[in-house]
């Protein structure tokens, strides 16, 4: 019996010891294959050489409504390990054909030492499966007296290409990538690092030096990067396009822009540019028709810029919109004599009249009722010679001097609107303020962002500053109505049924090459409807051949585009009537004896 007990004492001593062995071995196993499992994973697969990258998709730039702008669809990397080619001559000959390539590429690509040789970067899908399935049919059929003959060696990689399915639509915009997929310009560019996406690894197995199939196992997944939804309406962005077009090639312009902005939110819908270049192909496009010229290109605004100097003059109460001025064709400042557009007798116009017929000559004695730092203080309040904020790639802040640098002709040249320069996108953003009530917004073409996990989220809110009151911003859009009347210099940007408020622009253009004056920039910037203003476009024309002004040219395009956006975002016809504002001394004083005739006959219903 003491035999016995102590055989089993020795077995159940056994039996612990087994059990936990076992235990530890299971915790162990956890360990390895739960726990640590992807810390073991990378440090195997960095102590591998068999380990590639997998390249990860950008993010889509698509316009308000989710429709592509920029998109990355799947690719093949078609390398090679030459040190497995038997026969480069043999092996070119048979691929060349699938490949769309000649053999004598082929053979280059495919002859030498290397463990890893590009063939055909970015190539189709189609064409790596059709090689693959050729060569493994011409393999197959190969007795085994013919073994040494059989192709070998090419292996496939995924990868992304870049395309842009809108073609050149809004290629100054979105931008392009170069071949080693990194932004070039525009969007591409400037969200470059957030449009990227984190590239993964994966390991695989090697046979006779070649990565055999079924093998790889993933060691970091890939990433996409964030999809960029721009507040662009690619409908707007097509009327904007088509029309802009036309006017350059009409007028043998040198380029045109065309902007259209919400001045509330800041937001861009269109953003159309001529000449302009397909992103899809941009082999042979020079480097300036790659620049956006809304933000890159400065030029004097002329005309467009005198409604800052009535906004100042109003602001600081020295006009009212019917104050009389004696406006004569030429007027001596500084020693330089300065005169309006076309020659005529001397007049007694209103402020409203001065902005109507766009006199030079009346808008500097207007300027000349406010101190130079008092000018100078308005215009930077505007955005004169600050970057708007928009973000785009390369904008310029325009060039605005210090009140220290004037000379005696710099503020009447500054009060018409010359003497500074300003990208459209500040232009527009003028006007935006005035038909914001007062309040300047900072210009975005960013409505928000989508991260790999399908997470949407909208754009932070756009930085405002109160520029003037909204008295003076409504006494000024009732003076800008008077543009687009029979009387103003725009007429042809009237729309029928809504009111229309903007303001011309002829504007000598400088010339860089000769360090002179030649031609002309032309514009025509406006808002619909004036009395509630829901939109702001812009239209700028570079250098036109011929006729050169701002009505003519840039009013028809402003007609054109905002009569769609009008009627695409369903704004109903206005439905107040237009304020008239007297234009001429002669009109104040008819429509003085109109309203005291009219009080006096209300005064005589009232008696008894």
């Given at each position: 019996m003491g035999n016995l007990s102590l055989s089993a004492s020795r077995i159940r001593i056994l039996l612990i010891f087994i059990l936990t062995f076992f235990l530890l071995f299971t915790f162990r196993l956890i360990q390895i294959q739960g726990i640590q499992a992807s810390e073991y994973r990378n440090k195997a697969a960095n102590e591998m050489e068999s380990t590639r990258a997998i390249p990860a998709a950008r993010g889509e730039i698509t316009d308000i409504n989710g429709i592509d702008f920029a998109r990355s669809v799947s690719a093949i990397n078609i390398v090679v390990d030459q040190t497995l080619v038997t026969d480069a001559a043999q092996t070119a000959n048979f691929a060349a054909p699938y490949l769309g390539m000649t053999v004598a590429q082929v053979q280059s690509a495919i002859s030498g030492t290397k463990r890893y040789a590009m063939v055909a970067k970015s190539a189709k899908p189609a064409i790596w499966r059709n090689l693959s399935d050729a060569v493994d049919s011409y393999n197959a059929a190969l007795t085994k007296e013919n073994f040494d003959k059989r192709i070998v060696g090419f292996f496939a990689e995924r990868n992304y290409i870049r395309e842009y399915p809108s073609g050149s639509l809004i290629s100054s915009l979105v931008g392009f990538v170069r071949q080693d997929g990194i932004g070039a310009t525009g969007i591409e560019s400037s969200l470059n690092s957030t449009i990227s996406g984190t590239d993964g690894r994966y390991s695989y197995a090697r046979?006779?030096?070649?990565?055999?199939?079924?093998?790889?196992?993933?060691?970091?997944?890939?990433?996409?990067?964030?999809t960029i939804r721009l507040t662009i309406d690619r409908d707007v962005q097509w009327v904007a396009?088509?029309?802009?077009?036309?006017?350059?090639?009409?007028?043998?312009?040198?380029?045109?822009?065309?902007?259209?902005?919400?001045?509330?939110?800041?937001?861009?819908?269109?953003?159309?540019?001529?000449?302009?270049?397909?992103?899809?192909?941009?082999?042979?496009?020079?480097?300036?028709?790659?620049?956006?010229?809304?933000?890159?290109?400065?030029?004097?605004?002329?005309?467009?810029?005198?409604?800052?100097?009535?906004?100042?003059?109003?602001?600081?109460?020295?006009?009212?919109?019917?104050?009389?001025l004696t406006v004569p064709y030429s007027i001596k400042r500084g020693g330089d004599t300065f005169h309006d557009h076309e020659h005529h007798a001397v007049q007694q116009l209103t402020t409203s009249g001065i902005l109507a017929v766009s006199s030079n000559t009346g808008t500097i004695q207007i300027g000349e009722m406010l101190s130079n730092n008092s000018l100078h203080d308005y215009l930077t309040k505007f955005g004169i010679g600050i970057s708007t904020g928009s973000?785009?790639?390369?904008?310029?802040?325009?060039?605005?001097?210090?009140?220290?640098?004037?000379?005696?002709?710099?503020?009447?040249?500054?009060?018409?609107?010359?003497?500074?320069?300003?990208?459209?996108?500040?232009?527009?953003?003028?006007?935006?303020?005035?038909?914001?009530?007062?309040?300047?917004?900072?210009?975005?073409?960013?409505?928000?962002?989508?991260?790999?996990?399908?997470?949407?989220?909208?754009?932070?809110?756009?930085?405002?500053?109160?520029?003037?009151?909204?008295?003076?911003?409504?006494?000024?859009?009732?003076?800008?109505?008077?543009?687009?009347?029979?009387?103003?210099?725009?007429p042809s940007a009237a729309i029928p049924g809504?009111?229309?408020?903007?303001?011309?622009?002829?504007?000598?253009?400088?010339?860089?090459?000769?360090?002179?004056?030649?031609?002309?920039?032309?514009?025509?910037?406006?808002?619909?409807?004036?009395?509630?203003?829901?939109?702001?476009?812009?239209?700028?024309?570079?250098?036109?051949?011929?006729?050169?002004?701002?009505?003519?040219?840039?009013?028809?395009?402003?007609?054109?585009?905002?009569?769609?956006?009008?009627?695409?975002?369903?704004?109903?016809?206005?439905?107040?009537?237009?304020?008239?504002?007297?234009?001429?001394?002669?009109?104040?004083?008819?429509?003085?004896?109109?309203?005291?005739?009219?009080?006096?006959?209300?005064?005589?219903?009232?008696?008894?």
């Open positions: 046979g006779l030096g070649a990565e055999i199939p079924g093998s790889q196992n993933e060691i970091v997944a890939a990433k996409k990067g964030t396009s088509k029309a802009i077009q036309e006017a350059v090639s009409n007028a043998r312009a040198v380029s045109g822009t065309v902007i259209v902005m919400d001045p509330k939110t800041g937001h861009i819908l269109a953003h159309a540019t001529a000449p302009t270049f397909d992103p899809n192909n941009t082999k042979n496009v020079s480097p300036a028709l790659m620049r956006n010229p809304s933000v890159q290109d400065v030029y004097e605004p002329g005309s467009t810029g005198k409604v800052m100097t009535l906004a100042a003059a109003l602001e600081e109460k020295k006009i009212t919109p019917e104050t009389v973000g785009l790639p390369g904008e310029s802040a325009g060039l605005f001097r210090p009140v220290s640098d004037w000379s005696g002709t710099t503020a009447p040249t500054v009060a018409f609107g010359q003497g500074y320069s300003v990208t459209a996108m500040q232009a527009t953003s003028v006007f935006a303020t005035i038909a914001n009530d007062g309040v300047r917004v900072s210009p975005t073409v960013i409505a928000g962002t989508t991260d790999s996990s399908g997470k949407y989220t909208a754009a932070a809110g756009r930085t405002s500053e109160r520029v003037v009151s909204a008295q003076t911003a409504q006494q000024l859009r009732i003076m800008m109505e008077s543009v687009v009347s029979g009387q103003g210099t725009a809504y009111r229309v408020a903007g303001k011309t622009g002829t504007a000598m253009r400088y010339n860089s090459a000769c360090s002179c004056y030649s031609g002309y920039t032309a514009s025509f910037i406006g808002f619909a409807p004036a009395d509630a203003p829901k939109y702001v476009i812009s239209v700028t024309i570079q250098d036109p051949k011929g006729a050169h002004y701002g009505g003519s040219l840039a009013g028809p395009v402003f007609k054109k585009v905002m009569t769609f956006v009008l009627q695409s975002e369903h704004v109903a016809p206005t439905g107040t009537q237009v304020m008239p504002v007297a234009l001429t001394q002669s009109e104040l004083l008819k429509k003085q004896r109109q309203s005291t005739v009219i009080q006096a006959k209300q005064a005589s219903a009232k008696k008894p």
